[in-house]
């Protein structure tokens, strides 16, 4: 008991059986009824004909704790006097989740407790599930249409609407967020249009999914004449939809800081440990150990670093290593290691680098491929380590 905060013991006594209905097995609400020999039940909940009575005893204890919203577990977080927890629930973003296919009369499912969940177990032909910021989507011209994707990006789910009308030539894209309310404001999303020549970005606002509804507003989507564009460019058309993490943006003094800190020899961003010649002049710590003079100066080289950059460092975003593989995550100089070790757009070396000493290096998808070309010989075991985790992979290489 003596390592129990105040907020966990509010938490164990307010979901004891001794605050549960005995109807609707759910926290109690005001006023509380007694029936004796069964329990206590919720103003309406006790059985009609039963003799019940005030229980203000009780009543006087619950009003001192925090009760939770109950739709908890649909992602609601508010905690508050159980005087005021009804007004709240009254207008609660979380109060009405349905299945978004129900107003397409494609899902019967009109009360579900989680989407993403939900989406999992029954639309799994809807989902998109990438660690990358940038997500392609398969544009669909047609009459009339109403498309959903799930998105889930670094555990983060979000949803995407497209329609398309009968009177309307243009494609509206919209996107929602399926995590707190609060979080929303976290993230800048924006529907690329991408063709041969050109790239058509316009930013969308994103909305909570509790606002899904059957009728939309088009000014809060993305909208593109996808028919006129893909007369001038011979249908070759893509979309894709980017949701980046705004903590994760640049800002534009990390723009002009990154530039104090570019190896003169690689051209790339120098993280710590940070060395200097005896003149003073910076140099990353992979370049130093390849040569013997500062190319700045001509000096030689001694043990010293250089703390003043080093310290600065902790204060900046880097760029993930793989930027120009389409990777645009931003990190601290403490996570960006973490990222380009578990990078899904590093390139992964052939399997048969040493043995057949392929110089062959691409993407963890293209691997494959790469083997029933190259080096249709038999079946074989690749391993590689992924998330700090051996994964072992066995493929059979003939075609």
């Not at 107003?103 to 029954?122: G, M, P, Q, R, S």
């Not at 949803?159 to 399926?178: A, G, T, W």
């Amino acid at each position: 008991m003596d390592n129990i905060t105040a907020e966990e013991l509010n938490d164990d006594l307010v979901n004891s059986d001794l605050f549960k209905c005995k109807q609707c097995s759910k926290i109690l609400r005001l006023p509380i009824r007694y029936v004796e020999n069964v329990g206590n039940f919720c103003k309406g909940c006790a059985p009609i004909g039963s003799i019940s009575k005030d229980n203000t005893e009780l009543e006087n204890v619950l009003v001192k704790l925090s009760v939770p919203c109950r739709f908890e577990p649909n992602g609601c977080k508010t905690k508050c006097n159980v005087r005021l927890i009804e007004k709240h629930e009254s207008t609660c973003n979380f109060h009405s989740l349905v299945c978004p296919y129900t107003y397409f009369n494609e899902c019967n499912e009109e009360w579900i407790t989680n989407i993403a969940d939900h989406f999992l177990k029954v639309h799994t032909h809807s989902i998109i599930i990438t660690e990358t910021d940038t997500i392609s989507l398969n544009p669909q011209i047609g009459a009339v249409y109403n498309r959903l994707n799930l998105l889930i990006v670094r555990n983060e789910k979000f949803l995407v609407h497209n329609v398309k009308e009968i009177d309307d030539d243009k494609v509206y894209y919209f996107v929602y967020y399926m995590g707190d309310t609060d979080n929303v404001e976290d993230f800048i999303c924006s529907i690329d249009v991408i063709t041969k020549s050109t790239r058509i970005e316009t930013n969308v606002p994103l909305m909570h999914i509790s606002m899904f509804s059957a009728i939309y507003d088009k000014t809060k989507a993305a909208n593109f004449n996808m028919t006129l564009l893909r007369e001038i460019f011979d249908d070759n058309v893509k979309v894709s939809v980017k949701i980046q993490l705004k903590s994760n943006l640049y800002s534009e003094s990390d723009e002009r800081l990154l530039n104090c800190f570019e190896c003169p020899v690689c051209n790339a961003p120098m993280r710590p440990p940070i060395l200097q010649c005896l003149s003073g002049h910076s140099i990353c710590n992979k370049c130093r150990p390849r040569i013997n003079h500062c190319p700045t100066c001509r000096s030689n080289y001694g043990s010293t670093r250089n703390y003043t950059l080093e310290n600065l460092s902790v204060s900046i975003k880097y760029p993930c290593t793989f930027r120009e593989l389409g990777c645009r995550g931003v990190f601290s100089v403490s996570d960006i290691n973490r990222h380009e070790n578990e990078c899904l757009l590093k390139p992964f070396n052939c399997p048969f680098s040493e043995h057949l000493h392929c110089v062959w290096d691409g993407p963890l998808n293209s691997i494959v491929g790469h083997i029933k070309v190259v080096h249709p010989i038999r079946s074989f075991l690749i391993t590689f380590t992924w998330r700090r985790s051996p994964i072992r992979m066995i493929i059979n290489s003939f075609t």
